[in-house]
C-alpha cells in the first residue's frame, strides 16, 4: 500500500516538474512581431482605429464627420476616429514609436515622403492581394503618387506591391489677406498673376507695403519645414537632389539662388520672425500672405477679413510648385487586415473625396476632370484654380527616398537651411559644405 501511494506521488511530481517547464518556456518565449489575422464570424463586429495628421482644429472636425458617415455604412466596424499632431514631423516619429510599442491604430495616413521609412521599418501592410480581390484599379489614381506606393524597395522601381491609397493631392499656394493689400495700397496679386507679372520681385514689393503698415503687421510668413523651403529652392531652379535622386542637389545654382533670394528677403524685415507659427497670426488678421496648402482652408474660412488665394509667385527657373500627397495605409500587425483594406477603400472612394474637398481641406486623388470641376466651386476661396494651377505649373511631386535615409538627410537639411535663412551662415559657407554633409545618407 505504501509502495503504491509512493509511485502515485512520485508521477504526479514528474507531471508537475513538466508543466512547470512548459510554463517557464512560453513566459521566455521572444515577441511575435507579427499578429495573426482574426477570424471574425457573421455578424461580428470589430472595432478599427483610425489616425490623419489635421492641420487645426477644423480639418480635424473634417475627417471626425467623415468618419461618423462610415460608420453608419461600413457593416460590421465600428470607427474610432483619432486625430493626431500637426504639420510637423513629429506625427510620423509618435506613429514609428505606437507601432512598435503595438499601441498604434489600425489604419492611418502618413505623408507621401515618408512611404519608404514605414516599408524599411517593417510597419505598414502590403495591401495588394487585398486589393486584387476587391476590384481596385491602380490607374484611378494619380499616376505620381502610385508610382510610389507600388515600388518595391528591394529595386526601387515599380512592382506587384501596394502600400496603401493616396487620400489626396495638393499644392501650396499664398494666402492672401485683402483688406491688408488694399490699405497698404500694393498691387492685387491675383491680378499680377492674371497678367503674367508675379514673380520674387512684385512678390516682395507686396510684403514691404503692408509690412509698413505697423509693427505688428507682417508682410509674409512661411513654416519652417522642409515643403515652403524647398518651394524656395525648387523656384530658383533647383532642388533637393540632382536629377535622379541619387545625390544631394542643395549646391545646385538654381538652389543657391532660391536660398539668396530669401536670404535677402528675411532680411529686410518684410516677414514674421522666421521660425513663428504664421497660422495664428495670419488668422488674426496681421499679415499680408501665407504660404500653406489646401489644407489650412478649413481654418482660413473662420476669419473675418476679405481674403483670397493666388499661385505662388514665379522665380528663375519660371512657375514651379510642390505636388504634395499623402496616403492611407495599414499598421502591418492589425487583426483585422480585411476590415481594414475596406476602410482604406471606403476612405478614398470618390464621394468622400468629393465631401473632404467640399469642406475645404484638399483635392480628389482620383483621376476625373468632374472632380477638379466641382472643387472649384467649393468656395471660399474664389480662386480655386490657383491650386489647381499649382498641379499644372512644373510641380515637384512629393517622393519617398528609396535609396537614402530621408527624415536623416531632412533633419541635417533644415538646420543647415534654417541658419542661411535667419542669416547665420552665408551662401558661400553653405554651398562649400552642404552636399558633403547630405551624401552620407543616400545608399552607396
Not at 489575422?37 to 463586429?45: D, I, K, L, V
Not at 509674409?220 to 541619387?246: I, K, L, M
Request: charged share 15%; proline share 7%.
Amino acid at each position: 500500500m505504501h509502495r503504491r501511494l509512493f509511485m502515485i506521488l512520485l508521477v504526479l511530481a514528474f507531471v508537475v516538474v513538466a508543466c512547470g517547464d512548459d510554463a517557464a518556456t512560453t513566459t521566455t518565449a521572444a515577441p511575435t512581431t507579427t499578429v495573426a489575422p482574426t477570424t471574425t464570424t457573421a455578424g461580428e463586429e470589430v472595432t478599427l482605429r483610425w489616425r490623419t495628421r489635421p492641420d487645426n482644429d477644423q480639418e480635424a472636425g473634417v475627417y471626425r464627420a467623415v468618419s461618423e458617415t462610415l460608420d453608419g455604412q461600413l457593416e460590421g466596424i465600428t470607427l474610432v476616429y483619432e486625430p493626431g499632431g500637426t504639420e510637423t514631423e513629429g506625427y510620423q516619429q509618435a506613429l514609428l514609436t505606437q507601432l512598435a510599442g503595438g499601441t498604434a491604430p489600425d489604419v492611418f495616413w502618413i505623408p507621401g515622403a515618408d512611404i519608404a521609412q514605414f516599408v524599411g521599418a517593417r510597419v505598414i501592410l502590403d495591401l495588394r492581394s487585398y486589393a486584387d480581390a476587391s476590384g481596385h484599379r491602380d490607374a484611378d489614381f494619380y499616376p505620381g503618387p502610385m508610382e510610389q506606393l507600388t515600388t518595391d524597395p528591394a529595386t526601387g522601381l515599380p512592382g506587384n506591391v501596394l502600400w496603401g491609397l493616396p487620400r489626396d493631392v495638393s499644392a501650396f499656394a499664398l494666402y492672401l489677406n485683402l483688406d491688408l493689400i488694399a490699405e497698404a495700397g500694393a498691387a492685387d496679386p491675383r491680378q499680377l498673376a492674371a497678367a503674367g507679372d508675379w514673380d520674387w520681385e512684385a512678390f516682395q514689393q507686396v510684403a514691404e507695403a503692408v509690412r509698413a503698415l505697423g509693427p505688428d503687421i507682417y508682410g509674409y510668413g512661411q513654416s519652417s519645414w522642409w515643403g515652403p523651403v524647398g518651394f524656395w529652392a525648387n523656384s530658383g531652379g533647383g532642388g533637393f537632389f540632382n536629377e535622379d535622386r541619387t545625390a544631394c542637389g542643395l549646391d545646385s545654382p538654381g538652389s543657391l539662388a532660391g536660398l539668396a533670394f530669401v536670404q535677402d528677403f528675411y532680411a529686410t524685415g518684410a516677414a514674421l520672425t522666421y521660425g513663428e507659427d504664421p497660422e495664428p497670426v495670419f488668422k488674426a488678421g496681421n499679415m499680408g500672405m501665407f504660404q500653406n496648402g489646401r489644407w489650412a482652408t478649413p481654418g482660413i474660412r473662420t476669419v473675418g477679413f476679405d481674403w483670397d488665394v493666388v499661385k505662388l509667385p514665379d522665380g528663375p527657373g519660371g512657375p514651379s510648385n510642390w505636388l504634395f500627397w499623402g496616403a492611407y495605409v495599414v499598421n502591418a500587425n492589425t487583426p483585422y487586415p480585411e476590415q481594414a483594406w475596406r476602410l482604406v477603400q471606403a476612405l478614398t472612394t470618390a464621394e468622400v473625396q468629393a465631401q473632404v474637398a467640399e469642406l475645404g481641406a484638399n483635392i480628389p486623388s482620383r483621376v476625373s476632370q468632374a472632380a477638379l470641376d466641382a472643387f472649384l466651386t467649393f468656395t471660399p476661396p474664389e480662386n480655386n484654380q490657383a491650386f489647381l494651377d499649382g498641379l499644372a505649373e512644373n510641380p515637384v511631386t512629393e517622393a519617398p527616398l528609396w535609396n537614402g535615409d530621408w527624415p536623416a538627410y531632412r533633419d541635417a537639411m533644415q538646420v543647415a537651411v534654417d541658419a542661411v535663412i535667419r542669416g547665420e551662415t552665408s551662401i558661400e559657407a553653405f554651398r562649400a559644405d552642404i552636399c558633403a554633409q547630405l551624401n552620407q545618407y543616400f545608399t552607396p
